[in-house]
């Protein structure tokens, strides 16, 4: 071998160990050796696991609060922990766009942390504070107004801090697998299968232990613990910093500004003729919304494909959001739900209602190495795809799903009403109505089946068909489908309460469950997303999916 052939094969080896485009935490090119991939992707998933651990510590049983200790309505209770969830899962929308412009990943993510834990702070304290009333009998609120506003103050703190967490290390997670290498790009699809199913498996675990800690000693240290836990997502988070790979690119403009910008310019300049524009158009450009083309007088070409690239997905994105409301119930109705139902396991163990939706999350443990093992290898035998079927053909699969697990919980609750007036118990809230919580199993189980198509699929499109540098934006679309569903599900609960409770007429969501019309509700979610089913496999079969430059 010459030595110019062996100094070139040196080069190629020390390029092919560096990571183009991105660097490591001193700034310095990242090495693909000792960088990155499941290296990294290890502390990350592990402070997500911790982090979901306290949020879904707080969110789970919050209902049981409101209706307990906060002296709310049943309707009430819900509309208030739809918004909650809803804010939480919107303000990403915010956090991304605040990431992708100035801030970064890894700063907002350590921002939001130290927000987040503050709000976890502030809300054991909340709980801590007494009653007004003691052990006097008095149809006076007995919650206090320093209690109430503490509470509300720090549960939104959380969502502020949770919003911007959650969708940044996401996308940070995602940043650690190379695209350009087709073993780490292989490697990113599964990872968003098993970030997932960790996740689950800290929302398993923390459904078995705050919501049993919450009801039967005390809601302060059910609210403390995880606090503690997300102290613990920090400290993880923080540890694998020597190993990560951050992206490397310029700053870059709001991304909301940018993407608005190339609006208002196409709409300036839509007098001028397509003959105008053609030679502004680089070849490569997409050949869908020719309209925006016109905005390339006076924006760049990359500024204009990242407009298209969005606008495509707003039809995908809109059609989506009856699955967030849907979403929606398993924390607020499915559980207030089981609280009247038999849940007793032994003469002296009683099953908190919340802990039902552990099923949810043993159905997804189950299932995601079901479909990573056995459904994928089996689909990707017949359709030739690296990941089995497309990303739209998964979430399509999870709407789908949705309908049976709403019509076997609108059956559920038709026999649970049935039951309660052949007992005559329809004047008698507080009454245990005789059938076995376990009649809801099926609802929780399907919903979780749904949840891997739909949700990973979701995370998998929005993150994978958005230009590089609007990653977090793209992750954020996806988050706020479940932001908007819950705000969705709140108007509609408003909306229909006020509606069913007029004229003297029971409410469809009275406090009294037993004479409530819940499946009312539930064949009405049935139906809609039924609609949302078909209209989206409609946009999904025109849809062109994009590979982000």
Known sequence: ?????????????????????????????????????????????????????????????????????LEMSTASAASNVNLWLGTAAFLPLIWGSIADSFLGRYRTILLTSSLYILGLGLLTFSATIPSLC????????????????????????????????????????????DEKDLKESRAKSVYFNWSYFARSTGILTTRLISNYVQENLSWALGFGIPCLSMMLSLFLFLLGTNTY?????????????????????????????????????????????????????????R??????????????????????????QSPTFFTKQGSTMNRSISSTLLVPAATLQCFINLSILVFIPVYDRLFVPMARSITHRPAGITTLQRISTGIFLS?????????????????????????????????SVCWLIPQYVLYGVSDVFTMVGLQEFFYGQVPVELRSLGLSLYLSVVGIGNFLSSFMVSVIEKAT??????????????????????WLLACLSSVAFVSFVYFAKSYVYRSPK
């Open 1 to 69: 071998m010459s030595i110019s052939e062996a100094a070139d094969e040196a080069v190629t080896t020390l390029l092919n160990g560096i990571v183009d485009g991105s660097v490591d935490f001193q700034g310095n090119p990242s090495v693909r050796s000792t960088s990155g991939g499941w290296r990294s992707s290890g502390f990350i998933i592990g402070a997500e696991v911790a982090e979901k651990f306290a949020y879904l510590g707080i969110a789970s049983n919050l209902i049981t609060y409101f209706t307990g200790p």
């Open 303 to 328: 500024e204009v494909e990242e407009a298209k690239a969005v606008l495509s997905l707003v039809p995908i994105w809109m059609c989506c959001l009856v699955f967030g409301i849907v979403y929606a």
């Open 501 to 522: 409770s007029q004229s003297g007429q029971v409410s469809w969501f009275a406090n009294n469950l037993n004479q409530a019309h819940l499946d009312y509700f539930y």
């Open 403 to 435: 309908v049976p697990s709403l019509v076997i919980a609108a059956l559920v609750e038709m026999k649970r009403l049935n039951t309660a007036r052949d007992q005559g118990l329809v004047d008698s809230p507080e009454a245990t109505v005789p059938m």
């Open 134 to 177: 003691k052990d006097q009998e008095t149809l006076v609120s007995c919650v206090s107004k320093l209690k109430v506003t503490i509470f509300f103050s720090a549960l939104y703190l959380i969502a502020i801090g949770e919003g911007g967490f959650k969708v940044c290390i996401r996308a940070f997670g995602a940043d650690q697998f």
């Open 245 to 301: 790979r951050f992206i490397k690119g310029r700053k870059h403009t709001n991304p909301f500004v940018r993407i608005g910008r190339v609006f208002v310019a196409a709409a300036k300049n839509r007098q001028q003729t397509s003959s105008e524009t053609f030679l502004l158009v680089p070849t490569e450009s997409s050949k869908t919304f020719r309209f925006l083309d016109r905005a390339a007088i006076s924006c760049e070409s």
